[in-house]
């Protein structure tokens, strides 16, 4: 009896520490992926090199400019397209929760949150490239706003919902317009969670290449013209890392240490911001 | 007088009333209309293909622009390894995580790092994997490829799955973590009270209470790792042909000589091993390498054909992972 309690409470000591040991294995790759851009990304940055613009093979001196230029633009365009209708159906869904309509939608986002981001830019090309005849930052951005949308709906609805709706009767009581309600009373009350979901989005798409590929294309020069082929630093770093050229490689961990920090600084703020 | 002015600001309002409303069912629309358009696009620009191939072109393993046949057959089992090795690879892990955060350490210090270490793994984007994997995990790669006597690639299915394990871990964790955490406090504190250890209460209580939820967090991120595009593509070795599982059958078998079986034995593991560790594609990274690269409208529409395969496998996943965690939080 004693030696059948001693083998259950060592097989559940067993258990623990296994449990933690594959946790504590699980952080290695995110340290050592952490470490190895921190090493390579920081000896690579300096003034050159955020405000230059790419050199030839062999030339010193090469910068990303155009490529944080063209991933600034990218989420402009994206947040443009995505935003005020992200917004309005997160709206529509919060205030329609049992209609049958809003659960077609709510489905509806569900799937364009599944699709892959590389069939987004086959989409993107065929909605755009195709009938412009040329790759441009208009396309990408199409792209990235598809792959937006879904996540700043979902978090203005969530957010929606969580507001009480006696502050809602209140207003409606004195008389105001359900818009004006809406605009006035319920947006303000929610707007941190909005912002949340509007950065999440962001972080989503910045770091993203697959739909850039046919879309934006890339480009080794500044351009500001969205109807015309931009750079951005994940493409940058794309073929940047598969050139066979070693000052390339050295760029490219640059770029990925400005990428890394944008991207998991705005995951940063969205928390900071979510918290209040 | 001011009762003519109020009626005039009432039909504003109820004017301004309906705008509004249509405003929003229109944005609603429009999401719907992405959808359908998807669904329009991808089979309309690829006919061509599906005109000239029909069915065989998911069973055919032959991909060559030059002779103007394609098939899709390599790089769907590409995919499909790559995601259900690393599928399996990060259960384990996953599961640990679920419950170190859901179960044993819900607060505090340690539980806040390794939450925050999961969020971050989530966060870095993909071509950051895949940059890391060329340069860190390709050369360790290769040393093990020559330590097991194979051709050292560093590139193929299996990088790219370890790769994957790394990049879907967090997405099975985080469900599997809100699921353990529903699990109901009396089940558990009944189970105590019997004498149970906390192994025996996770093990009769708590993972068949959480089960679905978890099997949906596993498929869902299955769904992820299926059109996970960047890092598999600069990880994979981009060839275009099915991976080799072929067994050598020993020169001189007889099926009496333990010798024989021994070869045997050695041959299959060889097999096995030189088709786990072989360069190849899979679906997301044969469009991202060959889109641009087209030279005739047929493979243009035969690879916007592979994006449709994909598609329809990615959706249907999603919804097998949607429906099951829907039939559980009715539970």
Sequence with gaps: ?276 | MTNKEDEKKGSRYERNESIFQWILIVSSIILLLILIGIFVTLPLNSMDSIKEFGLRFVISTDWSPQKELFGALPFIVGTLLTSFIALLFSIPFALSIALFLGEYFTHGIISTILKSAVELLAGIPSIIYGFWGIFVLVPVIRMLQIKLGIAPYGVGIFTSAVILTIMIIPYSASIGREVIQLVPNDYKEAAYSMGATRFEVIRQVILPIARSGVLAGIILSLGRALGETMAVTMLIGNVNKLPDFSVAVPEGFSLFSFHSYVTLFDNILKGFLDGVFSPSNTMASIIANEFTETTTDLQLSSIVEIGLVLFIMTLIINLIGRYIIKKTSVM
Excluded at chain 1, 135 to 149: E, N, R
Excluded at chain 1, 225 to 234: A, D, E, G, M, Y
Aim: charged share 10%; glycine share 8%; hydrophobic share 55%.
């Design chain 1, 1 to 276: 009896m004693k030696e059948r309690t001693y083998y259950r409470i060592a097989r559940d000591k067993i258990f623990i520490s296994t449990v933690v040991l594959l946790c504590a294995i699980s952080i290695v790759p995110l340290l050592l992926i952490l470490y190895y851009i921190a090493i390579n990304g920081i000896s690579a940055i300096n003034w050159e090199f955020l405000f230059n613009l790419p050199a030839p093979v062999g030339e010193e001196g090469g910068g990303v400019s155009n490529a944080i230029i063209g991933t600034l633009m990218l989420v402009v365009i994206a947040s443009i397209m995505a935003v005020p209708i992200g917004i309005l159906t997160g709206i529509y869904l919060s205030e329609n929760k049992d209609s049958r309509f809003a659960g077609m939608i709510r489905s509806t986002v569900e799937v364009i949150m599944g699709v892959p981001s590389i069939i987004l830019g086959i989409i993107a090309y065929a909605w755009v490239v195709l009938p412009m005849r040329q790759f441009s930052a208009l396309a990408g951005g199409v792209a990235l706003a598809i792959m937006m949308l879904p996540v700043i709906i979902r978090s203005t609805e969530e957010t929606l919902n969580l507001i009480p709706n006696e502050l809602k009767e209140a207003s409606l009581a004195l008389g105001v317009p359900y818009y004006r309600t809406m605009i006035k009373v319920i947006l303000p009350v929610g707007l941190s969670g909005i912002i949340t979901g509007i950065l999440l989005g962001v972080a989503r798409i910045a770091g993203e290449t697959a739909p850039l590929l046919f879309t934006a294309f890339g480009n080794q020069f500044m351009n500001l013209n969205i109807f015309k082929p931009v750079n951005s630093l994940p493409l940058m770093i794309y073929y940047y890392a598969t050139s066979p050229y070693e000052q390339w490689h050295v760029d490219a961990w640059g770029a990925s240490f400005l990428l890394a920090i944008f991207v998991l600084g705005l995951n940063f703020i969205t928390k900071l911001v979510a918290r209040r």
